[in-house]
Nanobody, 116 residues
Framework: QVQLVESGGGLVQAGESLRLACAASRSSLSFATMGWYRQAPGKQRELVAT???????NYADFMNGRFTISRDNAKNTVYLQMNSLEPDDTAVYYCSAREFSAVVYWGQGTQVTVSS
């Protein structure tokens, strides 16, 4: 069973930055993609960003260049650098990893709260 452990969430003020990390229990290069999703209270889970095995990245439109996804293969870890945070970014952020077979694994989530 694949384990994904997120860290780095917290409470910040609008305009500040956070970096989330997701450590996988096996090589990050063994997955087709890894990525971040988020779910705000009363809303559906939505895509934030993904990074493919090839290194190709994909971002949700609402990022407006504020977030950057990256990967450290030596540490089997995917990061989400979040800058210029806004109150609307408040959500639980989930790490995901998708196999080439389309099986998806999820982390337990980390809370990000942005105060105005």
């Amino acid at each position: 069973q694949v384990q994904l452990v997120e860290s780095g969430g917290g409470l910040v003020q609008a305009g500040e930055s956070l970096r989330l990390a997701c450590a996988a229990s096996r090589s990050s290069l063994s997955f087709a993609t890894m990525g971040w999703y988020r779910q705000a209270p009363g809303k559906q889970r939505e895509l934030v960003a993904t990074i493919a095995r090839s290194g190709r990245t994909n971002y949700a439109d609402f990022m407006n260049g504020r977030f950057t996804i990256s990967r450290d293969n030596a540490k089997n870890t995917v990061y989400l650098q979040m800058n210029s945070l806004e109150p609307d970014d408040t959500a639980v952020y989930y790490c995901s990893a998708r196999e080439f077979s389309a099986v998806v694994y999820w982390g337990q989530g980390t809370q990000v709260t942005v105060s105005s």
